[in-house]
C-alpha cells in the first residue's frame, strides 16, 4: 500500500476501454468524496507530453530502435512519478493511471522483444520501488480492439499512430504479456473481461475498487 492515497492503473491492448473506464472511476471516487488525480501513459506533465508526441509519431519516417523506445517511456514515467504521483499519494490523493509500468513490459519486453527481465530492473529504476496498489487489466481480442478504434478513428477523422500501425504479431505478444504479468503479480493485477459493454464494466471495476479500498 503506498503511503496514504492509493494509486490505480488500468492497462490493456489497443482498445481495450481503458480510457473510457479510467475516466468513469475517476468520477465515481469525485462522487465518493475523494479527491482525484486522472493522469495518462506517457504524459501527465509538460514534458511527458512532448515525450508523448516523440513516442506517437515517426521522426522523419525513422524506425526507433526498442532501447532508444523503451528509455523514452521510462524518462516520462520518472518524471511524473516524483513530480505527480508521490507528491498525490502522500496528501492522500487518489491516483487514477491510463497505463503504468506494465505497459512498458508488454509492449517493449514482450511486444518488441527487449528482455523482459531487464525491463522490469530499469522500471524499477524509474519508479523507485512506487507500485499501483491495483492494476485493473482489460483483456480483448485484438481483432476486437482494433475494430473498436477503427470506429473511433472514423468518427474523429484521425489515422492509425505508430504502435497501432504495429502489424497483429505484435499486438498478440502484447496481449500474451500482459495476461503472462497477471499470472506473475495476481496480488496486483485483476484481468477482467474488456470485450463486456462499458456500464458493465464500471459496475464491476468500482465494486471491486469500493470492496478492496473499504470506501
Ligand atoms: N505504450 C508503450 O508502448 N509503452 C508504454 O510504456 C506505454 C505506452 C505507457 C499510447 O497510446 C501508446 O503507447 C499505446 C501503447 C504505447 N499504443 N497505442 N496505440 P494512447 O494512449 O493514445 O492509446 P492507448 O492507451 O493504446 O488507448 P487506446 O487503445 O487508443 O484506447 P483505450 O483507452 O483502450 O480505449 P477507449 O479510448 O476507452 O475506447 C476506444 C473506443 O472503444 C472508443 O470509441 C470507445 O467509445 C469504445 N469503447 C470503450 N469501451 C467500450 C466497451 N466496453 N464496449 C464497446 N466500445 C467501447
Known amino acids: 500500500m503506498n503511503a496514504r492515497g492509493r494509486f490505480i492503473s488500468m492497462e490493456g491492448p489497443e482498445g481495450s476501454g481503458k480510457t473510457t473506464q479510467c475516466a468513469r472511476l475517476a468520477r465515481r471516487l469525485l462522487a465518493a468524496g475523494r479527491e482525484v488525480v486522472a ?101 480483448i481480442d485484438v481483432a476486437a480492439g482494433f475494430d473498436r478504434l477503427a470506429g473511433r478513428n472514423a468518427s474523429a477523422g484521425t489515422g492509425n499512430d505508430r504502435f497501432e500501425r504495429e502489424d497483429r504479431g505484435f499486438h498478440e505478444r502484447v496481449r500474451a504479456g500482459y495476461l503472462e504479468l497477471a499470472r506473475r503479480w495476481p496480488e496486483r493485477i485483476w484481468t477482467i473481461d474488456g470485450s463486456r459493454n462499458a456500464d458493465a464494466l464500471e459496475r464491476d471495476i468500482w465494486s471491486r475498487v469500493a470492496h478492496e479500498f473499504g470506501i
Open 39 to 139: 493522469l495518462r501513459e506517457p504524459g501527465g506533465t509538460p514534458l511527458g507530453e512532448a515525450i508523448r508526441s516523440l513516442l506517437q509519431h515517426d521522426a522523419a519516417g525513422e524506425r526507433m530502435a526498442p532501447e532508444a523506445e523503451t528509455l523514452l517511456f521510462l524518462a516520462s514515467r520518472a518524471h511524473l512519478s516524483g513530480q505527480v504521483v508521490r507528491p498525490a499519494l502522500e496528501r492522500g490523493a487518489w491516483v487514477v493511471c491510463d497505463r503504468f509500468f506494465d505497459s512498458t513490459i508488454a509492449y517493449q519486453g514482450f511486444g518488441r522483444g527487449c528482455d523482459v527481465e531487464e525491463v522490469i530492473r530499469v522500471n524499477e529504476f524509474a519508479v523507485g520501488g512506487l507500485r499501483p496498489d491495483l492494476t485493473v487489466l482489460l483483456d
